[in-house]
Nanobody, 115 residues
Framework: EVAAAASGGGLVQTGGSLTLSCAAS????????VGWYRQAPGNQRSLVVY???????NSISSVKGRFTMSRDNAKNEAYLQMNSLEPRDTAVYYC?????????WGQGTLVTVSS
């Protein structure tokens, strides 16, 4: 089964940090587009940060300077380092791996930022 499971979420206070992990199975994070998405209650899932197969990254403006994406090709994992967390960052976070136009998902992980 092809999947990308996110983990590492939790409850943090405003200004805190968390590192999320994305473990991919059946698909390579190094050869494909990998994105971190989030879905807050009542909202649609939306892209937050992505990394191309070449390793370049980009993010939405609200997390620039706070969120950093990386990957470990040997472990076939991607990561999202989140610093200076704000209550508006509260959401379920997912990683998605896009291969040949098809997106593969797995379980998400809940991040809750208290004020």
């Amino acid at each position: 089964e092809v999947a990308a499971a996110a983990s590492g979420g939790g409850l943090v206070q405003t200004g805190g940090s968390l590192t999320l992990s994305c473990a991919a199975s059946g698909i390579s994070v190094s050869n494909n587009f990998v994105g971190w998405y989030r879905q807050a209650p009542g909202n649609q899932r939306s892209l937050v940060v992505y990394m191309s197969s070449g390793g370049s990254t980009n993010s939405i403006s609200s997390v620039k300077g706070r969120f950093t994406m990386s990957r470990d090709n040997a472990k076939n994992e991607a990561y999202l380092q989140m610093n200076s967390l704000e209550p508006r960052d509260t959401a379920v976070y997912y990683c998605g791996v896009n291969s040949a136009g098809r997106e593969y998902w797995g379980q998400g992980t809940l991040v809750t930022v208290s004020s």
